[in-house]
């Protein structure tokens, strides 16, 4: 009896405590945890800076997927992969073909432009 007492309790305060956590781990992720940082490489590419950007994610529990940034047709004269940085509409960008980011797995790419764009985060979705 004690024995089945104790697995009950035990089973009980660990399912408590799972869904607490769950719950509160989802809440602190979000958008605000996608940090996007870049760089001047030093190169110049046909006449322009070439800048060096890394995408990543600082939230350690869950990855993002969907991860739109501000990127207004992606302004650059050095290629970049489709499937790393990819204009949606005249303002948007999808980051890693939106497939999740991870913490610990940035995306980085590279584009040459007149000026630094700013690559503000829009959205993205939390994969748990």
Not at 4 to 19: A, C, N, T, V, Y
Not at 82 to 87: F, I
Not at 101 to 117: D, E, H, L, N, Q
Request: proline residues 5%; aromatic residues 8%.
């Amino acid at each position: 009896m004690a024995t089945h007492l104790k697995l009950s309790s035990s089973f009980l305060l660990l399912l408590l405590l799972s869904q607490k956590g769950w719950s509160a781990r989802t809440d602190r992720c979000g958008p605000a945890d996608i940090v996007v940082k870049q760089t001047k490489t030093g190169k110049v590419v046909e006449g322009q800076a070439e800048y060096a950007v890394t995408v990543s994610n600082r939230c350690g529990w869950c990855a993002q997927s969907m991860v739109l940034v501000k990127c207004f047709g992606l302004n650059t004269v050095k290629a970049v992969d489709p499937r790393v940085l990819r204009p949606v509409d005249g303002v948007n960008c999808v980051v890693n073909d939106g497939r999740p980011i991870t913490r610990g797995s940035p995306v980085v790419f590279k584009y040459a432009w007149m000026t630094p764009s700013d690559f503000k985060v829009v959205k993205s979705m939390l994969k748990c």
